[in-house]
């Protein structure tokens, strides 16, 4: 098993992170880069309001989305306006086309929920189309591909120093069931968010806790 440990730093506030880990093969990152990850993206959104630009806030919702959702970069793209599920006593979104073709719904935080309902009303107040099969993200060429917002995550990855080959956008689906299963040690509920068909392919975030053991053993008896 490879367990790789990078001390990386920001150079603009010196904030030390720890590196992206890989274990059994599973690529993810800590909890100090997501968080750093999400408010680099969050601060381009709030600058680009200011200025009047577009392009950091839909950067910031799909970057929030893929963060605290765990979805794929392809269910992603594909989400429509009507796969929102955030009126009064709902928090999901609907996966139309999941792999194997299969749909589902996966929950979401009331962070989350909230900036979708916020987004949505930033679309319609620009007139773009909300309407039930509008896709979520739209472009001026159509609405988002994989491959773009593939280029979006990997640009704020080199941006802050976290890029390697490889490790881009998937690693904040495992980086979500990682944080997931953390929580409570609840692997079906890892498994229902994911949306895997088996139990067997969830487990693996189970053997990640291994660290968390040897973290817990320094130390023992002196």
Known sequence: MSDRCVLKSNGKNGIAVTGIKNMEGIKYFSESQIKLIRRSVKQKAEIDIQKGKIAGVKEW???DLLSSSGLRVSEAAD???G???IRYGESEVFVR???GSKSRYVQIPDSLKKHLKEYLNWKKSRGEPTDYDDHLFIGQRG???SQAIQK???KYLKALNLYENGKSVHA???SYAVALYRREKDIRAVQKQLGHASIQTTLIYADILKEDIQDQLKGLWG
Do not use: P
């Open 79 to 81: 989400l429509r306006c």
């Open 152 to 154: 979006i995550v990997k």
């Open 143 to 145: 609405h988002w591909t």
């Open 61 to 63: 919702m799909v970057i």
């Open 172 to 174: 904040l689906r495992h």
């Open 83 to 85: 796969d929102l599920r």
């Open 97 to 99: 086309n999941g792999k």
